[in-house]
């Protein structure tokens, strides 16, 4: 990540323009997903086939196994000699020199960038860091097969190094979760700003046509959250913006080598909402009680992940609760902490199918993001989708209609039109568009049809709670 190097624009953009898309120039699947998620298009299925070489690479059917051959055919050989599938730093790598070899260091007619020429950031490295990068070099080499071409140990630490601060989170197909990591040349040009002009999504393109040459590469695309000047440097956030400005400068100082120096840092831009007492009839708490409840939260957090991660949601909500009676006297409705034990209670009791309950606290959730948030931020979409599917699924058809088309709204700017997401809210839209008129007309009849559509389906979360963290939070990837 390099602060001197920056991108401009070229010419005036509005908000929902794509600036620019970018192929990737390798991509592989997180170690730990790799029998669930396709090793081509990166979608997450329930059968996958296995390849019958080297037993590692998985993909959804023949159509995808021969899309993904040209990059895997050499890897093949490769985890087969080697008897075992090596960690996936190790396997980009190898990805990356193995194409760089075939087609030299342009890839691409729109490239902006090579490899050589992006920092590596090695001599900025902590003690534990090094050590592992070093093991993985020396495991690269045991890797690294004698009849491809041989490389100096600088070619290689330095394609390491670039991918360590460089490296791309590659989401599943509907954007949800992180599943890979893959090296965008073009986007690393692209400096850090906590309040960017653009945000970077990840389009799957389509793989579905039985023929491959039809199929549209996945790719990044690197979108206008609003007006752009000519001229103007073009950025996008490293970080999650829902972090103080403190905490946000020591995680791109740690992990992208950078001292971040926007204007949301310098002036701690709402920081003091963030961590803000809540006012009652003109009472403010005391600072001393703010703290108090603040470090409460704060130690209960760990608490409430643990039992997450153990599937123990009862115990969970029990932990919430407790937090919530406690601290939501003191605390104001953008306290993050507060904002952040909304968040999982809400996706806990929707999973538990406490609707009315989860609706609650999706609503107070969006409610503070909207007071942080910028007004076209992909995670203030994606929670307001959220808080509209749980309203929905409560039987409060008009916040639920609203929300949804505030989501749809925000992601026809961060996603686009045809990203699968989008297009599922689209759906929404016009599902509860439907329902809220017939609750209009008559709200006895709506809700005894509700009633008996629910009988016949029952409306279910979408997936297991995900910890706070394991959401899509930071742009780049990087290795725990």
Known sequence: MSSCRGLKANKEFWAGDVIFAEASLSAVVFDSLAERICHSCFRRQDKLQRCGQCKFAHYCDRTCQRAGWAEHKQECSAIKTFGK???????????ILWRLDKEGGVVSDMQLTTLEELEDHICDMQEDEMKEFKVDIHNFLDYWPRNSKQHTIDVISHIFGVINCNGFSVSDQRGLQAVGVGLF?????????????????LNHGNQSAVNTMFHSQRRIELRALGKIEEGEELTVSYVDYLNLSEERQRHLKTQYFFECTCEHCKNKTKDDLKMAGREK???KPTEEQVKEASDYCYQMMDKIEK???????????KLCRGCIEKAEPVLADTHIYLLRIYSTMSEVQSYLQYFEEAADYARKMVEGYVKLYHPNNAALGMAAMRAGVTHWQAGLIEVGHGMICKAYAILMVTHGPTHPITKDLDAMRVQTEMELRMFKENEYVYHSMREAALKNKPMTMMHEPKSVEEGIKDLFHRRK
Do not use: K, S
Request: aromatic share 4%.
């Open 85 to 95: 599938a090596p960690n996936e730093n190790i396997r980009l790598v190898a990805r």
């Open 185 to 201: 040349l073009n986007l690393c040009l692209v400096n850090h700003n906590c309040w960017p002009n653009c945000t970077v999504i």
């Open 281 to 283: 009839d003109g009472v």
């Open 307 to 317: 039992a997450r991660l153990n599937g123990d949601y009862h115990e969970v909500v």
